[in-house]
């Protein structure tokens, strides 16, 4: 009980006195720099919260969306879903001999991950898709979650889960006190997702939208288990992110945050209701603290979208002039 | 800035003293008879809800599923939205004249619902697919709004909104009061419920679950649209809905509630889970104040589902004992 009436305070503490309280405490975006772009998400967020104004916006109807990969946490040196693939295949590679001489798995074992990546992003997804099928729906949950406890970053050597980026962390947060409601909308799995999303950025697994595979309802000994097959039912990329967005919300977002060309789509559509919404891409200009790509890169590249957001004045985030700080701080 | 201060008291005073606020009120479930079905459903609230319970859950985990047509609302003599396709179908008719002599579109424009009723429900969700596909989205949404709106029940002439049932209003409310966050999970398409559940029933959009067409993303003058297919994507019915349940939410609900042998695996999914959950079957036995029907029924078949709620000893609400009212008072 004593815990619910705390909880209950804050929220109270929140809901009544959210614009003040964070007044006083100060600015709800402290590892954004003082520019262009935190002042067009601040200009955004008073333009349809407050009251009075002309492009006010019903809390119910403040719906954001999020890529992920890039977007809300790193995504080089190759996709962190990848990393749990691998870690799968090696794990299932006694029971599947055949894998020794045929691709991508025979180069992923051999630790060659630019050949098994050779397929591009599709080839990846299927790839992914295949190695997290043939269990239920809670084995691969435990799967997953057991996974993530553990994994470190390839470079870093951090947690992967502490791979994000504490900007984004710091404006879902801030989003959320003013009544947007935060859905990830990401070309990795659902399901992969799903297990962390709430604990890492506060975002409940109904608001995750992602790409998925086949899963089919079974009974087995008398108990009703979901069983997930090898068969990809959603590509949730491109033209596949309205699509999402249109399936699992039924509204147009009010603003949409990504980082490369897959977003582009989800950011057109955003932008095209009757009140304009608000688009957000995010540059990967900092070699240092982080990776520089764009244009050319097959992870993550940021080309037309790019040029879109120039021609369109989009705000584009430069992560190493807008962001004072691109991580967490070690835990 | 009123309007809000208003709400943020209103919502703060419900979460801090909800529990002491409804004693004080009085019964939260005024139009249920006290009776099993009462006490099992307010039982099961207090198990989950109520600090120091064995069986406590936190509230992000508490999850409700609600089939719609039989469950929240009428379904007799049809399914609501096959009312909608059937105007549809006579104000499309004149752009259609081989429907003179194509079924089921035939027996539809003569009145004759038997006849085009005789392929089943899928038959049925097929026509009601055909006939809702071809336009964007927005226009879709705008069809069935403007539609809903004048919409009247063919037997007892009120809006077909409020052929909801009372009983099921007072549920949903003392749910999200206990901190619930309720989906309705429905047979009927996605599309067709969403424009209108919110003012209904007080469930958003995004929580929202039906059988859905195909959607494609389009240009169209350099504004992008999302356009309605005529091709069945997902049947949110049986085997469907735990699937739908997992698609959307990504986790098991605590509670679910329906009324027909399409509801089944819904119920078999929710009670299977680590701590048990609640499953209610509506029970249409009032054929004065409403409808009489369940085996033998072409509509809302209950019958191996009530076997099943027996041998398992789920609540089953006897509409014509357990509720003191049925629909609203005519507003």
Redesign the interface.
Known sequence: ?K???VF??V??VT??FGRLGMAQAGDPLPSWSDGAAKSAVVAFVRRVTE??SRDFVPQ?ER?ATFDNDGTLWAEQPVYFQLLFAIDRVKELAPHHPEWKTKEPFASLLKGDMASALAGGEHATLELVMETHAGMT?DEFEAQVSKWIASAKHPKTGRPLTEMVYQPMLELLAYLKANGF?SFIVSGGG??FM?PWV?RVYGI???Q?IGS?IK???EQRGG??V?VRQPTLKFLNDK??K??GI??????RPLAAFGNSDGDL?ML??TT?GAGGGFAMYIHHTDGEREWSYDRKSSIGRLDKGLDEALAKGWTVVDMKRDWLVVFPPNR
Chains 1, 2 share one sequence.
């Open positions: 009980m815990n619910i009436s209950s305070v929220a109270c809901l009544l009251a009075g119910s719906i729906t409601k659902i399901e799903r709430e409940p697994p109904e995750v998925s899963v089919t309802f108990a009703p979901l033209d596949g309205p699509v249109h399936h699992h919300i039924g509204r789509q057109q559509w095209s």
